[in-house]
Nanobody, 119 residues
Framework: QVQLVESGGGLVQAGGSLRLSCAVS????????VGWFRQAPGKEREGVAV????????AYADSVKGRFTISRDDAKNTVYLQMNNLKPEDTAVYYC????????????WGQGTQVTVSS
């Protein structure tokens, strides 16, 4: 089973930056894609930076385009979400999720990390 652990969340002032990390571990024999999601209070979970099924290139939510960047370090089995110019509306629990490349849905989820942006 694939395990994912998010880290890097915390409290940051509006306009600040934060980098989230997602460490992927477990017995995996196939390649996987990892995306970032978030759920704000009173709102449904939404995709933030999600690799496209077709080519693996990231699709960003309109609200974060130009501010967030997803990247990965295969040697460390870690996926990052660099968040710049944070806004109060970015406050949410951020999750990373993984899917095997042949799969079309994300079946493995981390526990989430809280990001709070103060105004």
């Amino acid at each position: 089973q694939v395990q994912l652990v998010e880290s890097g969340g915390g409290l940051v002032q509006a306009g600040g930056s934060l980098r989230l990390s997602c460490a992927v571990s477990g017995r995996t024999f196939s390649r996987y894609a990892v995306g970032w999601f978030r759920q704000a209070p009173g709102k449904e979970r939404e995709g933030v930076a999600v690799p496209r099924w077709s080519d693996g290139r990231p699709a960003y939510a309109d609200s974060v385009k130009g501010r967030f960047t997803i990247s990965r370090d295969d040697a460390k089995n870690t996926v990052y979400l660099q968040m710049n110019n944070l806004k109060p509306e970015d406050t949410a629990v951020y999750y990373c999720a993984a899917r095997e490349v042949p799969a079309t849905s994300y079946g493995y989820w981390g526990q989430g990390t809280q990001v709070t942006v103060s105004s």
